[in-house]
């Protein structure tokens, strides 16, 4: 099994910015993809952003993309989410993701369910 710990949420003013962390642990040695989705309240499910643990390949939804950087470290399982030039809009619960199956890492961007492994979340906050 694997289990996904988020960290680094957090309240930050509009303009700044925050660095979220997902450490995996368990059976790690399969996961080949993890990523970051996000959900308000009242709000559909929004995948962030994707990334290949070997080729490091990586994938963003259009709202984020020059703005957000995933990242993973092999050597500590962990992948990294810094997020740049943060507005009201990127206010969301944030949760890490993660597949040991066989998927395209960028179906993030088109159905977040294809991963099958979940964090517990972390709260993302930007105030004006």
């Not at 925050?18 to 009242?42: D, E, H, V």
Request: glycine letters at 10%; one cysteine or more.
């Amino acid at each position: 099994q694997v289990q996904l710990v988020e960290s680094g949420g957090g309240t930050v003013q509009a303009g700044g910015s925050l660095r979220l962390s997902c450490r995996a642990s368990g059976y790690t040695a399969g996961i080949n993809c993890m990523g970051w989705f996000r959900q308000a309240p009242g709000n559909e499910r929004e995948g962030v952003a994707s990334i290949y643990t070997l080729g490091k390949d990586t994938y963003y939804a259009d709202s984020v993309k020059g703005r957000f950087t995933i990242s993973h470290d092999s050597a500590k399982n962990t992948a990294y989410l810094q997020m740049d030039s943060l507005n009201r809009e990127d206010t969301s619960m944030y949760y890490c993701v993660a597949s040991d199956v066989a998927i395209e890492c960028s179906a993030i961007l088109r159905n977040v369910f294809e991963y099958n492994h979940w964090g517990q979340g972390t709260q993302v906050t930007v105030s004006s």
